[in-house]
């Protein structure tokens, strides 16, 4: 099992900056791709930003050239850098780590991980 911890919520001023960190404990072999989604009341949870092992990045077209996602494979931690905080930036944002590898006796099976979330709010 994988445990996500994530930190670095808060409320901050439309035009500020915060900093969103997640990190990935437990028994594993590898993770592929880890990211941050975000997810306001009614909607559907919507990507912001991935990062695969190998640092190939994608981001939601909303949140370009604002945020930066960054990860530390050693230390199996993921970073959201958010620039230029907008007020339709508020929600919940949650980590995620895809494609966790998990030995198993004939060979490994993958898993998909959610953290709890951390809220965003941006004042205007």
């Known amino acids: 099992q994988v445990h996500l911890v994530e930190s670095g919520g808060g409320l901050v001023q439309s035009g500020g900056s915060l900093r969103l960190s997640c990190a990935a404990s437990g028994s594993f072999l590898s993770i592929n791709a880890m990211g941050w989604y975000r997810q306001t009341p009614g909607k559907q949870r919507e990507l912001v930003a991935g990062?695969?092992?190998?640092?190939?990045?994608n981001y939601a077209d909303s949140v370009k050239a604002r945020f930066t996602v960054s990860r530390v494979n050693a230390n199996n931690t993921v970073y959201l850098q958010m620039n230029s905080v907008k007020p339709e930036d508020t929600a919940a944002y949650y980590c995620?780590?895809?494609?966790?590898?998990?030995?198993?006796?004939?060979?490994?099976?993958?898993?998909?991980?959610w953290g709890q979330g951390t809220q965003v709010t941006v004042s205007s």
């Open positions: 995620n780590a895809a494609g966790v590898r998990h030995a198993m006796p004939t060979g490994y099976y993958t898993k998909d991980y």
């Open positions: 990062i695969t092992s190998g640092g190939t990045t």
